[in-house]
């Protein structure tokens, strides 16, 4: 009987990820609000809060910094710029995560790696990581990812110039690698 008392007396669960009224109407609003849903798990911060998702045809994505909105653009969807959106909404929360557009891609590249599926629109990342549809593979994603999160904890040791650390250092290990496009051109120079 008390089970059945505290199941009653339970608050109901706002939903983590709602659709404006302009999304609610879109063809591709499931599709959003799924991915959107996926990247959130990786955002422990935003636990407890609901995040309006709307559209935006300006940009891949926006949000206001510290605020509980992000507007996407469907034609353009990456988990990435997800992320990227999401971070911009943990910025002036005290939570050691600076301001800035740079910023937010390198702390968006460090929560997952599996949220690396496109080339950030901020920061440097060398070409030769791009597969040949311009994206990143899933190997490269993590690569991106260890970098990121490398930087992030040099931010976090005191490092002021953690961006320029990451655009370095990815660049450094792009180099070290032997990208199987690079292989190919090497076969065709000793021809």
């Known amino acids: 009987m008390q089970l059945e008392l505290d199941i009653v007396r339970a608050a109901p669960q706002r939903p983590r990820v709602v659709a404006s009224a302009v999304l609610r109407r879109h063809?591709?609003?499931?599709?959003?609000?799924?991915?959107?849903?996926?990247?959130?798990?990786?955002?422990?911060?935003?636990?407890?809060?609901?995040?309006?998702?709307?559209?935006?045809?300006?940009?891949?994505?926006?949000?206001?910094p510290g605020g509980?909105?992000?507007?996407?653009?469907?034609?353009?969807?990456?988990?990435?710029?997800?992320?990227?959106?999401?971070?911009?909404?943990?910025?002036?929360?005290?939570?050691?995560?600076?301001?800035?557009?740079?910023?937010?891609?390198?702390?968006?590249?460090?929560?997952?790696?599996?949220?690396?599926?496109?080339?950030?629109?901020?920061?440097k990342v060398?070409?030769?990581l791009l597969d040949d549809r311009g994206v990143l593979s899933d190997r490269q994603a993590r690569l991106v990812f260890a970098v990121a999160h490398e930087a992030v904890a040099q931010r976090a040791g005191g490092m002021r110039n953690y961006i320029s650390f990451f655009e370095y250092e990815l660049a450094r290990q792009c180099d070290a690698q032997d990208s199987p496009h690079r292989s190919a051109l090497r076969l065709l120079h000793t021809v």
């Open 27 to 64: 063809r591709l609003m499931n599709d959003v609000l799924r991915r959107v849903a996926y990247v959130r798990r990786f955002f422990p911060e935003l636990e407890g809060e609901t995040i309006t998702v709307g559209l935006t045809r300006a940009a891949s994505g926006m949000a206001v």
């Open 126 to 128: 060398p070409l030769g």
């Open 68 to 123: 509980t909105r992000i507007w996407l653009n469907p034609s353009r969807l990456t988990y990435h710029t997800i992320a990227h959106e999401l971070i911009h909404l943990l910025q002036r929360r005290d939570l050691g995560i600076p301001s800035g557009e740079k910023a937010c891609d390198v702390f968006s590249l460090a929560r997952h790696w599996t949220l690396n599926d496109d080339r950030p629109s901020y920061i």
